[in-house]
């Protein structure tokens, strides 16, 4: 029996077949179109959820158009369409700008300024500039060279310090707010300057010989304040003293002339024996301080002197009563 070709087939038998075979082959790749597509939207779905950090802002991109700042948690993008920036805001950053600069009176000196800042805005601070830090680290090194220009080489290393950093902060805010760069600067901290190696031993000495002349400074300072009151209250004692003693000048010169005004009727009386008497009293207060005895000679030159030691006799009994008290 001959073989028959797939043609010689009946027409209605063979189509009906393949038919149904397209149909199947057709019904199920249908089906695993639909499942790939959906696992497919699954893993899309998946792939866009993300985690920001509490320390973390996260800046979201839509194509490249800025969208908004997520906050920290558990959130979801688009895969493909947006794309998120995590930025960390509160993290301290530091970084530090020195080198030889040159005074205002033409001095050289080696400067360290230490600077410590932070993330304000996280959009800007990606997006304002295209390297944060360096353009900070740039603006604090133009401002740091201005303001030590600006300053003499004295006040550069020992009582303006405080004021060159207080200046050079300021002049660093000033350089990067036009940029809003979207940091903040929390602190500068500006280390002791020192001279250049070459001239350092000579720098030295001159440093110590300022740091002496402020130990004198206080050394003289903390004599007046020990000399002062003393000078003072001496002055005051003798400003008493001098005046108790104007006070006794005067009221002795008062009695005196209170004394003469009552002698003075006496004297008007009888002269003669009121100057006579006046004259012995005046001699007896003079020799009772005297240790000296005077006794009158006859004037006819007879007779002998007699000298008594009364000195001798007057210092006896002291010295018995200094004994006695032994």
């Known amino acids: 029996m001959p073989w028959k070709k797939p043609s010689d087939a009946p027409s209605g038998t063979g189509n009906s077949g393949g038919s149904s075979f397209n149909m199947n082959f057709l019904s ?61 805001i509160t993290t301290v950053q530091s970084f530090s700008s020195s080198g030889m600069m040159l005074t205002k009176d033409e001095n050289v000196v080696v400067v360290e300024l230490n600077v410590q800042f932070k993330v304000s805005d996280a959009y800007k601070y990606l997006f304002s500039v295209t390297n944060p830090k360096e353009s900070l680290m740039q603006a604090t090194d133009s401002a740091l060279r201005y303001v030590v220009g600006h300053t003499t080489m004295d006040d550069v290393l020992t009582k303006g310090r405080q004021k060159v950093k207080q200046d050079t902060w300021g002049a660093m805010e000033a350089i990067i707010k036009p940029y809003d760069m979207g940091v903040t600067i929390l602190d500068v901290n500006m280390l002791p300057a020192r001279a250049p190696d070459q001239v350092k031993d000579a720098f030295d000495d001159a440093i110590a010989a300022q740091e002496d002349e402020q130990r004198y400074i206080r050394e003289a300072e903390a004599y007046a304040r020990e000399v002062k009151p003393k000078a003072v209250g001496k002055v005051q004692r003798l400003g008493e003293e001098a005046e108790a003693y104007r006070q006794k000048v005067v009221l002795d010169a008062e009695g005196e002339v209170a004394r003469f005004k009552a002698i003075l009727p006496e ?7 009121t100057k006579k008497r006046i004259y012995l009293e005046t001699m007896e207060e003079i020799y009772s301080s005297n240790n000296k005895v005077m006794i009158d000679l006859p004037e006819d030159g007879s007779g002998s002197l007699i000298y008594l030691p009364i000195d001798k006799l007057t210092e006896t009994p002291a010295k018995n009563a200094e004994g006695v008290k032994k």
């Not at 800025?66 to 960390?88: A, S």
Request: glycine share 8%; net charge positive.
């Open 28 to 88: 199920g790749n249908k089906v695993v179109f639909m499942v790939v597509a959906g696992l497919l939207v699954a893993l899309w779905v998946l792939s866009g959820f993300y985690t920001i950090t509490e320390s973390d802002r996260g800046v979201v991109l839509r194509f490249g158009k800025y969208v908004n700042t997520v906050q920290p948690g558990l959130n979801w993008k688009p895969t493909f369409i947006d794309k998120v920036y995590p930025v960390n």
């Open 267 to 273: 004297y008007n009386n009888a002269p003669t024996l």
